[in-house]
C-alpha cells in the first residue's frame, strides 16, 4: 500500500521559506510516477503547485513558479518543496500526492493526509 | 472561488442514493474524460474514489459510480452507509491551463 507522510513546520514567518517534506513508503519514488503538492488555504479550493519525476524534472504552477522548489532524494524516498517569500495567503494545508504525469490531469491516485502550515508573525 | 463548481452539501439516509455534481466547461468537464473523485474524511488522507469519469481503483466499493453529461460530472453513491460521511471532491484537466483542476468539495451528510 502506498503511503505518504508529510512533515515540516506548522509556523512560518512572512518574507521566510516554507519548507516541507514527504516521505513515501510502500513504492519506489525511482519505480516511476510523479510526486507532487496541492494545498488547500481556509475556505478555498484545491491548489495543485508542482510535481518531480524521480529523474529531477519539474513541473510547477504557473502561478506559483517564480517561489516554488521541489527537490527528490531517492535514496531517503522522499521529496521535498519549498516555498520562498510567503505571505498570509500562503497558509493552508499542503498535501503530497503522486499522479501519473508531470501536471496531474488525470488526477492524483495516492495522497498523504495534509499538513497545515501557517503563515504568520 | 474554485475552478469546478460542486454543492456545498448533500445528505441522505442510510440505504438510500444521492448524487454530487461537478459542473466545469467545455475546457475541462466536458472536453477531457480525466475526472476523478476523492473522499476526505477529516484528518485523513484522501482517498481516490472514481478515475477516468467512470472507472473505480481497485479496492473501492461498487457502491460508488461516475459519470458525465456535457459539463457537468456526477458521483452516485448507492446504499448509503455511515461510514461514506464524508468531504468528496472532484478534479478534472484543463487545456486553458493544462493542470489540474479541482472543485470545492461537497460535504455529505448521512443522516
Known amino acids: 500500500q502506498v503511503q505518504l507522510q508529510e512533515s515540516g513546520p506548522g509556523l512560518v514567518k512572512p518574507s521566510e521559506t516554507l519548507s516541507l517534506t514527504c516521505a513515501v513508503s510502500?513504492?519506489?519514488?525511482?519505480?516511476?510516477?510523479?510526486w507532487g503538492w496541492i494545498r488547500q488555504p481556509p475556505e478555498k479550493g484545491l491548489e495543485w503547485i508542482g510535481s518531480?519525476?524521480?529523474?529531477?524534472?519539474?513541473y510547477y504552477n504557473p502561478s506559483l513558479e517564480s517561489r516554488v522548489t521541489i527537490s527528490v532524494d531517492t535514496s531517503k524516498n522522499q521529496f521535498s518543496l519549498k516555498l520562498s517569500s510567503v505571505t498570509a495567503a500562503d497558509t493552508a494545508v499542503y498535501y503530497c500526492?503522486?499522479?501519473?504525469?508531470?501536471?496531474?490531469?488525470?488526477?492524483?491516485?495516492?495522497w498523504g493526509q495534509g499538513t497545515l502550515v501557517t503563515v504568520s508573525s | 472561488q474554485s475552478a469546478l463548481t460542486q454543492p456545498a452539501s448533500v445528505s441522505g439516509s442510510p440505504g438510500q442514493s444521492i448524487t454530487i455534481s461537478c459542473t466545469g466547461t467545455?475546457?475541462?468537464?466536458?472536453?477531457?474524460?480525466?475526472v476523478s473523485w476523492y473522499q476526505r474524511h477529516p484528518g485523513k488522507a484522501p482517498k481516490h474514489m472514481i478515475y477516468?469519469?467512470?472507472n473505480r481503483p481497485s479496492g473501492v466499493s461498487n457502491r460508488f459510480s461516475g459519470s458525465k453529461s456535457g459539463n457537468t460530472a456526477s458521483l452516485t453513491i448507492s446504499g448509503l452507509q455511515a461510514e461514506d460521511e464524508a468531504e468528496y471532491y472532484c478534479?478534472?484537466?484543463?487545456?486553458?491551463?493544462?493542470?489540474?483542476?479541482f472543485g470545492g468539495g461537497t460535504k455529505l451528510t448521512v443522516l
Open positions: 500526492a503522486r499522479g501519473e504525469t508531470g501536471t496531474m490531469v488525470r488526477g492524483p491516485d495516492y
Open positions: 510502500g513504492y519506489s519514488i525511482s519505480s516511476g510516477y510523479y
Open positions: 518531480i519525476y524521480h529523474t529531477g524534472s519539474t
Open positions: 467545455s475546457s475541462d468537464v466536458g472536453f477531457y474524460n480525466y
Open positions: 477516468d469519469v467512470s
Open positions: 478534479s478534472s484537466h484543463t487545456s486553458i491551463t493544462n493542470l489540474v483542476i
